[in-house]
Structure formats: structure tokens, C-alpha cells
């Protein structure tokens, strides 16, 4: 939990990650659902859940609603809500869930680390664990039980990944983008965009050839 604050809230602790994770999840974010216009479903485990809250709680308003959000065994709630209330407390997860288009969060009971956010409308019901119980031909040895771990594994997470990227508004058109066109491509291809050259481009490709068409001299 340390490492994920400024090193100047704790300067002997080790470095920050979250300095660093936190401004390029958001970045990638952005701009990939504004070169696409596609839907993105952000999945953090853990500690990545707070990363993941973290990183939503920076993006510009136009990408919000193009992107769910999918936390499980997530800490926010349990150790960052009361420790950081002022950051993690229940204003600031009530106006994420404001402020994504979607949010589902997955725990269960024996989960020492993670569990419910305590948000209206986002905290699944606790997943069973183990997911049966008993001996059967097949599996001869009692279930194991996963508490903080394997949540991908239970076939609940599958359904709230599908229902949440289900939920995200289709996606419009892609807008052209200035200085760029469609490249040429062979059959079966997918399109691309190719940037169109710019004044100055041609001009030191010129003077590199002497400005009539010779080869440089290098």
C-alpha cells in the first residue's frame, strides 16, 4: 500500500510504481478509444484495482463513457477507504462509479484482501468459494478454496466481463484525424492510416539531394 503513494508522503519507502503506471494506463486508454472509438473493459485484481480506479479517475470525460470498469479481490474498499478516506472513502468510489460508464466488483467472504466496495449497484454477490463442494469421479480430492486468488478462473467473472462490455453504448464512427489517409493495402488486409508527408519533410528530403533530384552524396 505504501509504494503506491508519492515517495514525498514516505521518503524512505521503496520507489512509487504508481508515479509511473498510473499517467501511461491512463494515456493508453485515451488514446485508444479515440483512434478506434471501441469499448474497453479495465480488469484489476488487487492492488491492480487501485491502479486501475486511479488511472479511470484521470481520463478526460469523452473516453469515460467508452470504458467499464471490472475490480475483484480489490483492497479500495477494505484498506485504502479506511486509511485514505479522503481519496478512497465513499464520496470519491460513489463519483468513479459516477463517472465510468459501468462498474462491477467481484469478492468473496474468504478473501482476507479484497471485498465489496459498498457502492449502490456495483458489488457483485459473494462468489462461491470453493465452487462446489465434495468428491466426485472426476476431481477425487476436496475443492481447493482460492480466497484471494484465481478469480478468472470462476465462471462469474467470464459473465461480468461479457455483461459489462454488452452494456458500453456501441461505437460510433472513428473521426478522421488532420494530416492522415487511408494507405493502400493488399486484399483480405485490414485498413491502415498513413501520416501524409509534411512541407518541411519534403523540403530536407530535397536538400539531401541537392534540391534536383540527384542521389546524396553519402
Known amino acids: 500500500m505504501g509504494t503506491f503513494w508519492p515517495r514525498a508522503a514516505h521518503p524512505f519507502a521503496p520507489p512509487c510504481y504508481a508515479e509511473r503506471a498510473v499517467p501511461d494506463l491512463t494515456w493508453r486508454m485515451a488514446t485508444w478509444t479515440a483512434r478506434t472509438g471501441g469499448r474497453l473493459v479495465l480488469s484489476g485484481h488487487s492492488q491492480g484495482s487501485v491502479l486501475a480506479a486511479a488511472a479511470a479517475w484521470q481520463l478526460p470525460p469523452r ?30 468510489l460513489s463519483g468513479l462509479h459516477t463517472d465510468v460508464a459501468q462498474w462491477t466488483n467481484l469478492y468473496r467472504a474468504t478473501d482476507p484482501i479484497g471485498g465489496p ?15 462446489a463442494y465434495g468428491r466426485t469421479p472426476d476431481e477425487p480430492l476436496p475443492p481447493p478454496i482460492h480466497g484471494h486468488g484465481d478469480y478468472p478462473c470462476d465462471p462469474a467473472f467470464a459473465r461480468a466481463r461479457t455483461a459489462l462490455l454488452h452494456r458500453l453504448r456501441p461505437a ?47
Open 63 to 92: 473516453a469515460r463513457g467508452r470504458i467499464a470498469l471490472l475490480t475483484y479481490g480489490s483492497p479500495l474498499e477494505r484498506l485504502y477507504g479506511r486509511w485514505f478516506p479522503a481519496h478512497f472513502g465513499p464520496e470519491a
Open 172 to 218: 460510433g464512427p472513428v473521426p478522421r484525424q488532420p494530416g492522415w489517409t487511408e494507405a493502400p493495402r493488399a486484399a483480405g488486409s485490414s485498413p491502415g492510416r498513413t501520416p501524409l508527408p509534411r512541407d518541411s519533410d519534403a523540403e530536407q528530403r530535397r536538400a539531401r539531394k541537392g534540391g534536383d533530384g540527384s542521389h546524396p552524396d553519402e
Open 117 to 131: 466496495v459498498r457502492v449502490p449497484g456495483v458489488d457483485h454477490t459473494p462468489l462461491h468459494d470453493p465452487l
